[in-house]
């Protein structure tokens, strides 16, 4: 093992949305423990700065927010793959004129495996931090992984046997969103302090989480907070994301009584009875948190039929997919809709027996999860790879 010393690496990392934001802010804080020199730069977010701001350097500048890289869908992928080659080419001459020691790459694979192969033309060692879900779609990427990606660090217990398949050899890290829970059991409100510091009232909470990004939020939140009409003895309050303005949730939610409160979505997760969430990293925070919830997902229709013929796994959330069974409903496409979701939403509120299952299989998933110490293993063993 690598001992604590100054080792003056430079270290560029990229992620493309705020989980991944929320991941590498966490592992550069790790990497800074051990490598205490060390200078970042990095495509991300108010996270990833935060923790890479205090640099001697001045290696820690954010070169693009993931609000600018974000495009969700086939389709909107079409309309704007001018800005998306454009950012592609500016990361390319960004990276030579700057030459990190090493590119460490977070999930968001259509834009980093590019990234990864151009790196590795040019004599720099890539990492890559929670692998793209090339188990579900895209297997063919699993060759250009193995061409171009010098370490894989995944953070699902089925990925080593998968990757291991086609004889390539990855570390199984545990996941990191358990050392975020980890670091916020230290901080947690009480009930009434968290109403009190939101404007709630004292009704138990159902969480509307509509997603991050402007269309699937546009597409999720008007059905979900129809819901709030229909369960008076609870208050619905929605997870808002800074990225979008107050105004823009209010024209979706309308004349339904759903409170918005922003940037707060693990205090929420945490004070919430059950929960309606578009599918995304969102369903397995929720799931570890241990709240009931219902997954939703309604896409374009030419993106979603392109996905389907595409897609090979038999759930669309990664609860489902890890326990390797339905654990928690999924409502996708023409089946998220009023009628269905009221059903299950009854379920989960008015339903005790089909409650406590679900909350003790979600224990079981958190607990083949590995518990918290992702950040750090996957620290350790990237000062490990680069010793070497």
């Not at 999720?220 to 990225?243: C, E, I, N």
């Not at 925070?285 to 219902?294: D, K, N, Q, S, Y």
């Not at 069974?325 to 089946?335: A, F, P």
């Amino acid at each position: 093992m690598i001992s604590q010393q100054e080792l003056f690496m430079r270290y560029y990392f990229i992620a493309g949305e705020a989980s991944g934001d929320l991941h590498a802010s966490n592992l550069i804080r790790e990497i800074k423990k051990l490598d205490v020199e060390a200078s970042f730069r990095c495509w991300g977010g108010d996270l990833m700065k935060q923790q890479a701001c205090p640099d001697k350097f001045g290696g820690a500048e954010l070169v693009k927010h993931y609000k600018e890289l974000a495009f969700m869908g086939f389709v909107e992928v079409i309309v704007n793959l001018r800005t998306i080659l454009k950012n592609i080419e500016f990361c390319k001459k960004d990276i030579l004129a700057h030459k990190p020691d090493v590119l460490v790459l977070i999930d968001y694979p259509g834009f980093n495996l590019r990234i990864a192969e151009f790196a590795k033309k040019n004599g720099i060692k890539v990492f890559y931090y929670i692998s793209p879900q090339v188990w579900a779609w895209k297997q063919s990427r699993i060759q250009h992984i193995k061409k171009y990606v010098d370490r894989m660090f995944v953070i699902l217990p089925f990925e080593k046997d998968f990757y291991k398949k086609f004889d390539y050899a990855v570390d199984f890290v545990g996941h990191p969103l358990l050392d975020a829970l980890e670091q916020r059991k230290k901080v947690k409100d009480t009930f009434p302090d968290f109403t009190r510091k939101n404007g709630l009232n004292d009704k138990p909470i159902v969480a509307i989480l509509p997603g991050s990004r402007k269309q699937e939020i546009e597409k999720m939140l008007p059905l979900m907070a129809k819901m709030s009409s229909a369960y008076p003895d609870f208050q619905f309050v929605a997870a808002g994301v800074s990225t979008q303005q107050k105004e823009f949730y209010a024209s979706l939610i309308g004349d339904n009584n759903v409170k918005v409160i922003f940037g707060k979505t693990y205090d929420l997760l945490e004070q919430s009875t059950a929960a309606l969430v578009t599918s995304g990293t969102a369903t397995l925070e929720t799931a570890l948190f241990g709240i009931p919830e219902v997954v939703c997902y309604k896409g374009g229709m030419i993106s979603f039929q392109i996905a389907k013929m595409l897609v090979k796994v038999d759930f669309i959330s990664l609860v489902n997919l890890i326990m390797g069974k339905e654990v928690v409903k999924e409502l996708i496409q023409n089946d998220f809709n009023e009628d269905a979701l009221r059903q299950e939403t009854d379920k989960l509120l008015k339903d005790k027996d089909y409650r406590n299952k679900m909350v003790a299989e979600l224990d079981i998933l958190k607990k083949d999860l590995g518990g918290a110490g992702a950040s750090e293993k996957t620290a350790r063993l990237m000062m490990d790879y680069l010793g070497n």
